[in-house]
């Protein structure tokens, strides 16, 4: 076999590679979803379903120009829209356990993000489909920090919640209408930031 043929080859089992990955991907979404479902229905016996690590591993993932076809484009496209909107099923349920956990009682210390006192101006509260409360949002900090190795976090919970509603109140001043304030995770500072869509 000759060098081209080798390199060829070579090119070929990467191909197949990068194919059985993205499939890979895919399945795991489709367990993602039961695996929320599982832990938030049992928190205390159920395994965490590490699913921001899953997203990040996803949005990661990218073809090498020198292997890339068409073909792999097109099954890497659909798997990142598939994740998008597999993205926002999961984060509804997991506002949704927080709003049943703070109705129960069980997170009777919760303070939704929601709950912000509108200032005299009317200044709109944050519009998610659904209200996260700050401390799913913590949740989701801790969440991304342990994915980048962090085991401390420098920021402690009230200085996090304070911090973030001051955010709110930043972005909800001067502007008009209702806008959708979603909140990032910043690598360099590893937190948890509020910003409009």
């Known amino acids: 076999m000759g060098s081209e043929d080798r390199r060829a080859s070579e090119i070929d089992a990467q191909r197949k590679q990068a194919e059985q990955a993205i499939s890979l991907f895919s399945r795991q979404i489709d367990e993602m979803d039961s695996k929320i479902r599982a832990y938030l229905a049992d928190k205390k016996t159920k395994p965490h379903p590490r699913h921001l690590e899953l997203i990040d591993k996803i949005q990661g993932f990218r073809i090498p120009n020198a292997i890339s076809t068409k073909h792999l484009t097109v099954l890497l496209d659909n798997l990142q829209w598939k994740l998008h909107y597999n993205k926002q099923a999961w984060n509804q349920l997991w506002e949704r356990a927080a709003i049943k956990a703070k109705t129960q009682g069980d ?91």
Not at 127 to 150: C, F, M, N, P
Not at 165 to 173: D, H, N, P, T, V
Not at 178 to 189: A, G, L, S, W
Request: glycine letters at 6%; proline letters at 4%; hydrophobic letters at 35%.
């Open 107 to 197: 997170a009777a210390s919760a303070e939704p993000v929601s709950g912000i006192p509108e200032r005299n101006d009317g200044a709109a509260q944050i519009q998610t489909k659904a209200q996260y409360s700050l401390d799913v949002l913590w949740e989701i900090q801790q969440e991304k920090l342990r994915a980048y190795g962090h085991v401390d976090n420098p920021e402690t919970k009230a200085a996090f919640k304070k911090r973030v509603i001051e955010e709110y109140k930043a972005l909800s001043q001067g502007r008009k209408g209702r806008p959708e304030i979603i909140m990032t995770f910043d690598k360099e500072t590893m937190q948890c930031k509020l910003g409009v869509k």
